[in-house]
């Protein structure tokens, strides 16, 4: 595997499930991200880990919750969302925010969720 | 706050078009500057980018040069192809502000016609 891969890439959940999104880089990099994209909305950052560590959290509701075990490995628990939470869940990563002048994502190819 | 506006989209053009998607920004300091393009039913990728003023950016016959003073870093190609339909992100690294992320626009949708 090459690059960033997300699993799965499309999920069905009823608003009393509990599920969870997995993402996987292989790069090297030090900074983790999601993002949810919503038909006619830009782009939203939800959460930043680096080097592990959450550094940002972009007001999201708890029904989210993120997991960042290690520098590789980025998780979004999912647990009684609603139905507009439905959209498509792009996780990205970059080497090192903290420094980096250009600080270029790589991206993942997205988990398209829906909520019944 | 820092901010990015392009152009609203859909976007429609017969191969072989010109094409030109605007994006402007606002921001302190000195960002760097990206177009991410988005295949259908695929993430984002990076297509090119400029980290200084009057840097221009190219990739796949994609150019775009970094204005500071009309703050813009408008996409063009000048032959367009099918496969180039696609959704286009204009963005700027927020290297001032929270840990470098990245700040988009809300895209714009080309589809090109054979």
């Known amino acids: 595997e090459t690059g960033v891969t997300q699993t799965p890439r499309h999920l069905v959940m009823g608003m009393t499930n509990k599920k969870s999104l997995k993402c996987e880089q292989h790069l090297g990099h030090n900074a983790m991200y999601w993002y949810k994209q919503s038909a006619k909305k830009p782009l939203e950052l939800m959460f930043v880990?680096?080097?592990?560590?959450?550094?940002e959290n972009n007001s999201v509701p708890s029904r989210f919750s993120p997991e960042c075990p290690n520098s590789s490995h980025l998780f979004l628990h999912l647990h009684t969302l609603q139905p507009e939470d439905s959209a498509l869940y792009l996780c990205?990563?970059?080497?090192?925010?903290?420094?980096?002048?250009?600080?270029?994502?790589?991206f993942g190819p997205g988990t398209r969720l829906t909520v019944l | 706050g820092n901010s990015v506006t392009q152009m609203e989209g859909p976007v429609t053009l017969s191969e072989e078009a010109f094409l030109t998607i605007n994006c402007t920004y606002t921001?302190?300091?000195?960002?760097?500057l990206f177009w991410y393009v988005q295949y259908p039913g695929e993430g984002l990728q990076l297509l090119l980018k400029?980290?200084?003023?009057?840097d221009k950016g190219s990739n796949k016959g994609f150019e775009a040069t970094y204005r500071k003073e009309t703050t813009s870093f408008h996409l063009e190609k000048g032959s367009v192809q099918v496969s180039d339909s696609a959704v286009y992100f204009c963005a700027l690294s927020d290297y001032g502000g929270s840990q470098g992320n990245l700040i988009f626009g809300k895209g714009t949708k080309l589809s090109v016609k054979p």
């Open positions: 990205a990563s970059s080497q090192d925010p903290g420094t980096s002048v250009d600080n270029e994502q790589f």
């Open positions: 400029a980290t200084k003023a009057d």
């Open positions: 921001a302190t300091g000195y960002p760097s």
């Open positions: 880990y680096n080097f592990k560590e959450q550094t």
